[in-house]
């Protein structure tokens, strides 16, 4: 079994249009949130997964919308949290006449999978989607409705949770945990009278459908012959929306809680030239690509040049590909690698950085370094998101803490000792990190309804205090 993250997509077509298409286009605008596998399903049949890009299988595209028509469908791309990126723990999963997909992690597997018949979890062998889909499943059989059943099952898991299901009977449920940890957002798409569920509305763009609303925390929507349905299987109404969506996973085209991605980094990047005015620098660059609008923000507020000093190098095999999401160290490596300095930009020039995010010190490290040998003057990194300094049990892959760049090792240290130890590693002349008030309040969403558990170390949104494992325990690798 395994444990999946990711983006995750539901469409029904009411008029009974063949919605694979549909289900190709948006998972291809997910694409950000999963590169390791995707698939689809739809009722009765087994479903369909491959391993890598949605666009690698391309070739395939025009066979699979005849074999799978239909005008029901889930789909899923993956990026693991848990577990490992084999075919076999790629999503949808079917367990007797449901299949399932899942975008979030589910903390406490292993209790969960006591309750499905004392099965032995092991990320080896294991997947945490498989272990929910069981459980679902048996409280489904018990309870009659899918809405009694995830009442039930929200107080049994602890994580975070966005599902899409498809049943043999021909009904597609999307579900949004408590705490709406995840995104998760509703289409419809007049023409075609269909609507769609998706991680995020850059889906609902690229299917030609128009964003109705957000799903709310704790929302069970059912779409089938008779339209859309809707309840609520949670009256929670304290909320933990993660923050580094909108720094990081999030594509910049989409609208989330009310905020649109784009125009919240760049207002991001203006609240940090606030915090950190760095006015004798000669030029501000965003590493490629999410921090771009940031920087931005960052160069128009103080009246800085911005401009592009560092380029992904689209035509190599691993270059366009996210670092960050990557399983392995070997991977990430090799997409840092095709980052590429400009020197006719750089050379001589006192250079503000602007990042996303500093996780493990991968990419900054080694974009450092490029710059230095470019000829940069000195370089000042600016990061948009606050010191990651604990692990995350819902749905981001930050797995162990030895691996992030903030690990002190037991060390009691102040945040400013903290930032000059990763300043230092990283090989910057100066590191400034954005905070959670700065964040919350650029993106316009009150800072106690956002997640800041990675940087903060409280779990109180999730009940729990973690017991921190090590990677190999976490992912089996
Ligand atoms: S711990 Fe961090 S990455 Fe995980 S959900 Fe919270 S804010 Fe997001």
């Known amino acids: ?35 390791e596998a995707w698939g689809i399903a739809i009722p009765n049949k087994e479903p369909l997964k491959r391993l890598g890009l949605v666009s690698g299988a391309s070739s395939e595209f025009k066979k699979i919308c005849e074999d799978y028509s239909s005008p029901s469908v889930i789909g899923h791309v993956r990026y693991s949290t848990m577990g490992r990126s084999t ?36 990320p080896q062998n294991a997947s945490d989607t498989l272990v929910a889909a069981q459980r679902l499943v048996s409280l489904i059989s018990e309870n009659g409705q899918m809405g009694k059943a995830l009442a039930i099952l929200k107080n049994e898991m602890v994580g975070s949770f966005c599902f899409t299901f498809i049943s043999d009977d021909n009904s597609v449920y999307a579900a949004r945990d408590p705490k709406g940890f995840r995104p998760m957002v509703l289409g419809y798409k007049a023409s075609d009278d269909t609507y769609i ?54 594509h ?20 940090l030239a606030k915090k950190f005015p760095i006015k004798d620098a000669d030029l501000v660059i965003p590493v490629p690509d999410s921090a771009r609008p940031a920087a931005l923000g960052y160069a128009q507020e103080l009246g800085i040049t911005f401009d592009e000093g560092l380029l992904k190098d689209r035509y190599s095999k ?40 500093l996780v493990r010190g991968t990419s900054s490290k080694a974009i ?6 470019a000829g940069a003057k000195k370089i000042s990194m600016v990061i948009t998101y606050p010191p990651i300094k604990f692990p995350c049990y819902a749905g981001i892959d930050f797995p162990s803490q030895e691996e992030l760049a903030t690990f002190s090792n037991g060390k009691d240290m102040t945040d400013e000792e903290l930032t000059e130890m990763v300043r230092k590693d990283i090989g910057a002349d100066f590191l400034g990190y954005n905070d959670a008030e700065n964040l919350a309040a650029a993106v316009g969403i009150p800072k106690d309804s956002m997640c800041f558990t990675c940087s903060s170390g409280n779990y109180d949104s999730l009940g729990i205090t973690p017991e921190f494992k090590t990677r190999i325990e976490m992912k089996g690798e």
Request: hydrophobic fraction near 40%.
């Open 87 to 122: 075919l076999e723990n790629a999503q949808p999963l079917k367990v007797k006449d449901l299949c399932i997909a899942h975008n979030g992690t589910i903390a406490n597997v292993q209790e969960l999978s006591n309750l499905v018949g004392g099965c032995s979890f092991t």
């Open 1 to 35: 079994m395994v444990k999946e993250n990711c983006g995750v997509v539901g469409i029904f077509s009411l008029s009974g249009t063949n919605v694979v298409p549909m289900a190709i286009d948006a998972l291809r605008a997910l694409q950000h949130r999963g590169q």
């Open 368 to 373: 450092i370094q490029a710059l230095r040998r």
């Open 318 to 357: 691993k270059g366009p590909l996210r670092s960050f999401i990557e399983p392995h160290q070997s991977d990430r490596i090799e997409i840092n690698r095709w980052i590429i300095p400009i020197r006719e930009i750089i050379e001589g020039k006192h250079v503000v950085v602007i990042d996303d995010s």
């Open 197 to 250: 569920v998706a991680s995020e509305s850059s889906a609902i763009s690229a299917v030609g459908a128009t964003l109705q609303r957000d799903v709310k925390p704790g929302e069970l929507i059912k779409l089938s012959k008779n339209g859309l349905e809707t309840e609520q299987f949670s009256n929670d109404i304290s909320r933990a929306h993660c923050s580094f969506e909108f720094t990081y996973f999030a």
């Open 252 to 271: 910049p085209s989409s609208n989330m809680e009310g905020a649109n991605i784009y125009i919240s980094r760049k207002r991001i990047g203006q609240f």
